[in-house]
């Protein structure tokens, strides 16, 4: 069930809350807990039903490996490492199976000349993420941080429908706490002002800008051949602001949800794009993944305690390993392989003691991150070096046809029409991208935003009517990029 559809808004969400609050006040508080894990059940399987089967297995595998962990004894600490080792890699094994089966099959028969049938395995939503949620919850029983023993309480960690699909990945400590809080067990009118604030303008990011931002994003990946030097720009800065709004649209609109039932998911997205180096990108963009890949990646591989040529490495195998996360593909695993390369030049950098200006500490930031976005859209390697190429002036440049009448643009190198035609994309859409620039790095973000609405008239008001353009906006529903992932 995706956020941007009228069976979430209208009735899903609405129901859910009624229902929780009103068994709540009656003191029915584990009855409570039971109806949200089946209406997050029922949320996952409205995608496909066939799949929450394989949630509930998970669950259970998990929630009894956490258990095992939970011996303290001294003659058991062999024991607690096997089941560590065992549960996280039957984690990582259903992970790949339904995420990187086909790509291993496919890469096989590519290098080693066998002729494998690929199996066509289908990702079920969001196994991604709520695989390293329980990752990272085996783990934090290990080290002692989490002792659940409840097993209502563990699935409702992993199900709560607002982190489920798409994040953010979350930890145990930091939310089951918030659901024995006597106080969040009844309605706080304050919670509904702000999450409803907070989804809507999550929604607003997504149907407004982001699909709007999509249309030429696509059209020009599928027409990469074709690119000029302009039209370069354009499809990359809009495919950065699609996927930058899409996002975080979802992040809104996921921490909005969450806070209707008084609970505060983790913040998982703070302005990226102000970044002035790419280790700021990092711990502003998915908040929560960069804390994973920290805390069981790269600390684990050795962290900052090694020698400078092993954590130069670490952090490339880290960053290689979150690309591939992200996808099971070429392009991605190159796409991690850059940010963990940018990563390596800013540690060295950084020794230097030279600082750049802001602006150009800015730029060089921006640039590269949606250099890189390229790869990380890209369906091919072919595709992608043709939109670098275009990027940097090796082919045409094309102009709207627009632009024909003015004699002084007639020369040899210089083409009209092309992705311009088709996509009609002329000043005003130029003027869009300019204005989204801008908006992005000197704009408060969503959490800054919300933090200081006061429920009052008039911001009651604006947010009725944002509600209600939506609603009758609301006529095409369109996947969030992350499902993919």
Not at 126 to 134: A, E, K, L, M, V
Not at 400 to 406: D, G, N, T
Request: glycine content about 6%.
């Amino acid at each position: 069930m995706l956020f941007n559809s009228f069976i979430y808004l209208l009735i899903f969400l609405p129901v859910t809350w009624v229902v929780y609050f009103l068994l709540n006040t009656r003191k029915f508080t584990m009855a409570a807990k039971a109806w949200l894990i089946l209406a997050s059940i029922f949320f996952y399987g409205w995608w496909n039903p066939v799949y929450v089967p394989l949630i509930m297995a998970s669950i259970l595998l998990n929630f009894f490996s956490g258990r095992a962990l939970l011996f303290k004894e001294q003659e058991a600490v062999g024991y607690r490492r096997s089941v560590l080792f065992f549960s996280v890699s039957v984690n990582l094994l259903l992970l790949g199976y339904y995420k990187y089966a086909d790509f291993f099959i496919g890469n096989s028969n590519r290098f080693f000349a066998t002729d494998l049938p690929l199996w066509h395995v289908i990702l079920p939503l969001g196994i991604s993420f709520f695989t390293f949620t329980q990752i990272a919850y085996l783990v934090d029983t290990y080290r002692g941080d989490v002792k659940e023993q409840d097993f209502l309480n563990y699935s409702l960690f992993v199900t709560f429908f607002p982190h489920l699909l798409a994040g953010p990945i979350i930890h145990h400590k930091e939310m089951m706490p918030q659901f024995d809080r006597l106080k969040n067990k009844l309605v706080v009118y304050r919670n509904v002002y702000e999450g409803l604030f907070l989804f809507f303008m999550g929604l607003c990011k997504k149907i407004i800008i982001a699909d709007a931002f999509a249309r030429i994003a696509n059209l020009g990946f599928n027409h990469a051949e074709a690119l000029g030097f302009i039209e370069a720009w354009i499809i990359v800065l809009s495919y950065s602001f699609q996927l930058y709004f899409d996002f975080s649209g979802y992040t809104d609109m996921a921490i909005g949800s969450s806070l209707l039932f008084n609970i505060q998911l983790p913040f998982n997205f703070n302005s990226p794009y102000k970044a002035l180096d790419i280790q700021d990108f990092w711990r502003r963009w998915h908040i929560t993944l960069s804390r994973f890949l920290r805390d069981y990646v790269y600390i684990p591989l050795g962290g900052n305690r090694l020698s400078e040529l092993r954590i130069l490495t670490n952090l490339v195998m880290t960053f290689i390993i979150g690309g591939l996360w992200h996808g099971a593909g070429w392009t991605f695993i190159f796409w991690g392989f850059l940010h963990g390369i940018a990563l390596v030049i800013h540690r060295l950098w950084k020794k230097t003691g030279v600082e750049l200006p802001r602006a150009c500490a800015w730029g060089v930031t921006f640039f590269f991150v949606i250099t890189a976005w390229v790869f990380f859209r890209a369906e091919s390697f072919s595709r992608a070096s043709n939109i670098i190429r275009s990027m940097f002036g090796m082919n045409t440049i094309a102009l709207p046809v627009s632009l024909k009448k003015f004699a002084c643009l007639h020369l040899p190198h210089i083409s009209f029409g092309g992705v311009f035609e088709v996509t009609q994309v002329g000043g005003t859409y130029l003027l869009l991208l300019l204005t989204t620039l801008v908006f992005v790095v000197i704009s408060p973000n969503s959490n800054e935003f919300y933090r200081r609405i006061k429920p009052n008239f008039i911001h009651a008001s604006i947010l009725l009517l944002l509600a209600g353009y939506l609603l009758i906006n609301l006529n095409k529903v369109s996947e969030f990029i992350y499902f993919n992932f």
